[in-house]
């Protein structure tokens, strides 16, 4: 399963991520985007907060009764000539979707951009079995040119920017694009691309939506790729994850108006498709079989425990963009297939607590996910669910959890504690030049980066003392 690179570790990562200004450049540029087009999107909106409980409600819905929209989903879709799978993991996942690529003597596949399948490691089982596979979404596109892995759930090469891609195309694209500028890129990765979809044995793409009561699955993309991923080939192959279940088209839409909005800052994407099963006879074209690969995965797990509310996640990308953590070290520092404040909380679901321990303290706990969240999943308190495990694990290295303990003993003894933090700031203070302190011992992790702010002024102790004094009534005691 491809959710955790056990080499970097998370600090190395980090470390290079905010070793490289390029890097840094590309990240502002669409993040901040995203957030600017987000926030016009929602004062247009005025219902957003409407819509937003609403999509919590569907959801949370669903989660309550999976078993019941599963079995209907299941009825529906095999009523509508699809055929359904069953995977309780990624391994069975990936099992499946390579025994019908081989039964269909595929020796070529394209691919709509699908985290599902990033997850559960479906390029790596495909180079495998010998099948070639082509990435369909231009930065799947990018990003499979330069051997990478996503570094963002809805943009997956923002890490990239434009000069680097036009490097790529020059060297994979053949021949090379005409020029540098964005149309003639995008004009020589069509031209690249339309041959392969015309050619392809097997599409394969991933579903935002399963609907119930159609046994329908609902793909939204804004270049028409997955249209062309799941249309011309004979065997069109969907793996998602059972949590994406609605249970009808209006429920899908009621989603949509949040996904999009919460995502790119667009009110639809260009394409919404609902795919309903294979050609029928009066059908102009389609494929000749449909599978649907229904993954488990730790999904099931989570519905009985804590992080139930994780499987709300529409996918939608907007608690990443709005972290001021993911905003410095990017997607592939997190070193899992979903990166930023939801990565934090699902990797360790499902690559074990052991493997991403540092996630969840990966955080500054200032709340800007859950507030933008359009399911109102509340990231923070999942991810100090998280650090509450590791620690009655003891997976904290020794000085840490002597440092916390240390910590936690003076900070019980109100005394002691204001005679420690009234030290340790005037300790500070002699410490900085120019309002700044360039090195601190036992913190170089974070001068090595930046500098830490000298306290300047009175301590919250003297302030709230003097106010207290301020505001005393003659004779009154206080506690
Ligand atoms: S956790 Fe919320 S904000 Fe983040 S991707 Fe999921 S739905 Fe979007």
Not at 216 to 229: F, H, M, P, Q, R
Not at 396 to 416: C, D, F, K, M, N
Request: aromatic residues 6%; proline residues 7%; hydrophobic residues 40%.
């Amino acid at each position: 399963m491809n959710v955790a690179a056990p080499q970097p570790g998370f600090k190395a990562r980090t470390d290079s991520a905010l070793a490289n200004p390029t890097l840094k450049v590309a990240i502002d540029r669409t993040t901040g985007t995203a957030e600017r087009k987000r926030a016009a999107a929602v004062a247009a909106f005025p219902e957003f907060g409407a819509a937003r409980a609403r999509g919590k409600q569907i959801k949370d819905h669903v989660i309550a009764h999976l078993d019941h929209y599963l079995e209907t989903f299941e009825r529906n879709a095999i009523a509508s000539g699809s055929k359904v799978h069953w995977a309780s993991s990624a391994d069975e996942a990936t099992a499946i979707v390579v025994r019908i690529c081989t039964d269909a003597g595929a020796r070529r596949v394209t691919r709509a951009k699908s985290m599902l399948g990033e997850e559960i490691g479906l390029p790596h089982a495909l180079a495998a079995a010998g099948i070639e596979r082509v990435e369909t979404d231009l930065a799947e596109h990018i990003i499979q040119l330069a051997g990478e892995t996503p570094s963002h759930i809805i943009w997956p090469a923002m890490h990239r920017t434009r000069e680097q891609v036009a490097e790529l195309f020059k060297a994979g694209h053949h021949p090379p694009p005409a020029a540098e500028d964005p149309a003639s890129m995008v004009q020589s990765a069509r031209r690249e691309l339309r041959a392969k979809f015309l050619g392809a044995d097997v599409g394969i793409s991933g579903a935002n939506f399963l609907v119930a009561d159609t046994g329908s699955i609902c793909t939204v993309t804004n270049e028409g790729n997955a249209e062309l991923t799941t249309t011309p080939p004979p065997v069109h192959i969907v793996t998602a994850g059972i949590e994406k279940l609605v249970p009808s088209t209006a429920h899908a839409f009621a989603l949509l108006r949040l996904l999009v909005r919460s995502a790119t800052g667009g009110e639809l994407t260009q394409y919404t498709t609902f795919h309903c099963g294979p050609k029928r006879p009066d059908d102009a074209d389609g494929p000749d079989e449909m599978h649907i690969v229904l993954v488990d995965n730790g999904r099931s797990r989570m519905l009985s425990d804590e992080f139930r509310e994780m499987l709300r996640c529409i996918r939608c990308g907007a608690c990443m963009n709005h972290c001021v953590v993911y905003r410095q070290i990017g997607g592939h520092a997190y070193g899992g297939v979903y990166p930023g404040p939801m990565g934090a909380v699902l990797t360790p679901v499902l690559a074990g607590l052991e493997k991403s321990r540092d996630l969840p303290f990966a955080c500054t706990m200032n709340g800007r996910c859950a507030e933008v969240c359009p399911v109102g999943i509340p990231l923070p308190t999942l991810l100090r669910a998280w650090r509450g495990r590791s620690w009655r694990a003891t997976l904290e290295p020794r000085a840490t959890r002597y440092g916390i303990s240390l910590w936690a003993s003076v900070a019980r003894r109100p005394r002691l504690y204001r005679l420690a933090s009234g030290l340790g700031v005037r300790m500070l203070r002699l410490l900085g030049r120019g309002g700044w302190i360039a090195s601190l011992p036992l913190a170089g992790a974070w001068t090595k980066h930046r500098d830490f702010p000298s306290p300047s002024g009175r301590t919250f102790m003297e302030l709230y003392q003097a106010d207290r004094n301020r505001t005393a009534v003659p004779g009154e005691s206080r506690p």
